[in-house]
């Protein structure tokens, strides 16, 4: 099947291709009565600087960016690991061994499991944990759902150590990744550390190999490309770590923060980013600290997934604009550039979709052979960059991506403007309600919160 889909969208790409050359003196014909139109310039304006800005990211990310060292077991902090988890079932259990079998030194690690009111079976896996690994795994549990924000809180309060790794209960972490994440805290001014995350369930279909090549990119790329700077704004739930003095500066805030008068559930990982750049910490990528997590295989949940993730892009880059500009240095001004870009891809629809409906109805062949155009260019720099970790034949995933984005995910971004107050997590696992036997035996002495 995945075969299949590839040779057709390998025959997709080059009916385009062919067909803008062949037409190109038309195309050329054509626009040129009307180069001077408000959405021809409009238009162009937008694709130079995206390729200006897709530029500086592949050169800065390519020809500066370089990992951390590895430094010896008795100069790494003390280091824990947070887990909070709602109705994930024994996939808690799996992410606990994963990190359990990290080379992180024992003595200076540790885990808190936060069950935040799952309705399955996800506390007896993580009881079975604390029974057989003891007293290096704490379970604290939440009797009733209190969002991730407050899960995330619960396990920061309970800890003590100099660094703090968030990690998601559906993620299985590298042997190697804790320690590469731990040792950039050496330097005071890191205040946050992005993990490298890869989609795990890859063999399902064709969603995750497609969200794949997004996860290279973002992280090989543009992570790394602000990484230089200290400036990524986002330090991704499923594997970063934090400086926990920096942490308690904020978090009771953070932890109450509220948008349009409602409650802020969404967004809490790169909101953390926000306040660390706020007080003027580095925020960094380490390319080799990687973890590999599920993604969406239906639409109907990717589309979720895109929403909430949007909105909380949109609130946080509004906040940004709020403090971008009181202190003027390399790291602040790579920051602006970065959320000025965003935010023109966020506001770029309402201007460009009203001249694409009338180039689509007035003049359909150059909409069309445009499009075409719009998704080869799109697509092919992401393409390049998994072909170089995936070999080439994989990079047409990127491609099928262009396809599948321009025809069936073109209405996120506005919509995600129009219900930006919705606060709503969508994508946790509906409960079960069934109640099954603990895994292990015996129920161990647990620690429990409200």
Known sequence: MNKCIKILTYLI??????????????????????????????????????????????????????????????????????????NE?????????????????????????????????????????????????????????SGKRRALHTGIKASHSEVVISVDSDCIVEPDALRKIAAHFLDPQIGGVAGNLRVLNLDVNILPRMLDVCFVFNFDIMRASQSIFGCVFCTPGALSGYRRSALVEFIDNWVDETFCGAKAEIGEDRALSTELLRRNYRVIFEREACAATK?????????????????????????????????????RLVLLFNIVMQTIWIISPIFLVPGIIFVAMMHSEVFFYSLYFSIILWATLPALVYARKNGMSNA??????????????????????????NSRWMTRRASNEQIYEQPGGNHPKTSFLP
């Open 13 to 86: 790409v080059l009916f385009g291709v062919v067909n803008w050359v062949m037409s190109s003196s038309f195309i050329h014909e054509d626009l040129s009565r009307n180069v001077w139109n408000w959405f021809s310039v409009l238009a162009a304006a937008f694709l130079c600087l995206n390729i200006a800005y897709y530029l500086f990211m592949l050169i800065t990310a390519y020809c500066f960016y370089r990992s951390g060292k590895d430094v010896p077991d008795e100069q790494l902090p003390t280091c824990t690991v947070i887990i909070p988890a709602y």
């Open 89 to 145: 079932g024994r996939d808690v259990a799996k992410t606990i061994e994963s990190v359990i079998a990290s080379n992180y030194p024992p003595e200076k690690l540790q885990i808190i499991t936060i069950d935040d009111g799952s309705k399955d079976d996800t506390w007896l896996w993580i009881q079975s944990c604390v029974e057989k690994y003891g007293s290096r795994v704490l379970a604290l549990k939440h009797e009733e759902n």
């Open 295 to 331: 993604v969406p295989t239906n639409y109907a949940t990717l589309c979720r997934m895109f929403l909430r993730w949007c909105r909380g892009d949109i609130r946080e880059t509004m906040k940004m604009y709020t403090f971008i500009l009181n202190r003027i240095n390399a790291q």
């Open 396 to 421: 047409i995933w990127a491609y099928c991506y262009a396809l599948f984005y321009i025809g069936f995910l073109f209405w996120v971004v506005p919509y995600s403007i129009c219900s930006i107050n």
